[in-house]
Nanobody
Framework: QVQLVESGGGLVQAGGSLRLSCAAS????????MGWFRQAPGKEREFVAG????????SYADSVKGRFTISRDNAKNTAYLQMNSLKPEDTAVYYC???????????????????WGQGTQVTVSS
């Protein structure tokens, strides 16, 4: 099992930026696909971005393409989500997730992930 801890959330005005971090411990995550998901009040959890363990492949939800960037530093056992041009509709609890994969693929379904963090709140004011 890998333990995941998110950080970097907070309150920001529309148009601002935040950088979320997801620190992994317990074992190396260099062979784990990583993903970011979010859940707003009264809504279902949704996929935001994913990255393969090699870092060569990424995928984004249409709602964040061009504004968010997922990355990872395997040497630091950390994944990141850079969020720019934030909108009020980005307000949610953001979760990172990890799953070991044989091939360097991106996983976009929440049910594919076996490890989850506790989440970090992102609030974007208008």
């Amino acid at each position: 099992q890998v333990q995941l801890v998110e950080s970097g959330g907070g309150l920001v005005q529309a148009g601002g930026s935040l950088r979320l971090s997801c620190a992994a411990s317990g074992r190396t995550f260099s062979r784990d696909a990583m993903g970011w998901f979010r859940q707003a009040p009264g809504k279902e959890r949704e996929f935001v971005a994913g990255i393969s363990w090699s870092g060569d492949s990424t995928s984004y939800a249409d709602s964040v393409k061009g504004r968010f960037t997922i990355s990872r530093d395997n040497a630091k056992n950390t994944a990141y989500l850079q969020m720019n041009s934030l909108k009020p509709e980005d307000t949610a609890v953001y979760y990172c997730a990890a799953v070991r994969t044989v091939l360097p693929v991106v996983m976009t379904r929440g049910s594919s992930y076996s490890n989850w963090g506790q989440g970090t709140q992102v609030t974007v004011s208008s």
